[in-house]
């Protein structure tokens, strides 16, 4: 990740990754933490049972990455041995934010002064009050958006990702390389237009009903519309007679 100067960018990512070995997985993470610069911001652990009770456990770590390490450190964390089971990666761009924030700090304690030249100027007690609570506000907001300014500077200079990882019961999962994984994500296709082809049959056996009935009001309608054109047809040949 590199940015134009000037470029306020924020980026986050989230992975989720199974393993059948948590204990040497969760090290191994925490190495590559180490080897980035990076820190754990949060670390939490979760115990679970699966169907034949055995105790699992998974984690979700979040960590604070130095800008310039963040594809190397997420591309090292897919590829520390664990299965990829999902990951998604976000960019926010603050840089018209930011430079708003910049702009309205100048204009605030170019305020500041001027209400501080001010309160040297006054004549009264009321002059100096009124002063003081416009100096008052005119303070709060330095700090409130001193505080905006340095919050997007700590998440640009350091990009969150989140990982989460899931001990799993076999290593089939984590052993999958690419070509099981697309051999997997076609099955998986032909299986969701079984479910479709499924659905359109008990659709169609469902409307069977409907069908029939509408069927035969549409062929007593027919029916009607001849009995009536014959009648008209016989009426007017005995006219004719």
Known sequence: VGNILGEKVIYTANITLKTDDYEANIGNVKNIVSANNAGIASFSE??????SNEAYISANI????????????TEQIKDCGMYVSSYSENSDDIT???????????SLK???????????????????IQINEQKT???????????MKQTYDNK???????????EVESTEVSQKGIGQRIIDT?????????LLLISILLFMVYAIPFILVFGIFVAIIVLIVKVIKKIRKNGKKDKQE
């Open 62 to 73: 979040t960590v604070k990455v130095p800008q310039s390490n963040f594809k190397v450190f």
């Open 186 to 194: 076609i099955v998986s296709s032909i299986e969701g237009l079984k």
């Open 110 to 128: 170019r305020q500041e002064q001027v209400l501080d030249n001010l309160l040297l100027q006054a004549k009264n007690v009321s002059e100096i």
């Open 46 to 51: 979760r115990a679970r049972t699966s169907s």
């Open 156 to 166: 640009v200079d350091y990009s969150t990702v989140t990982i989460n990882i899931q």
């Open 96 to 106: 018209e934010k930011y430079m708003d924030i910049e702009s309205k700090l100048v």
């Open 137 to 147: 506000k005119v303070i709060q907001e330095i700090e409130y958006n001193t505080k």
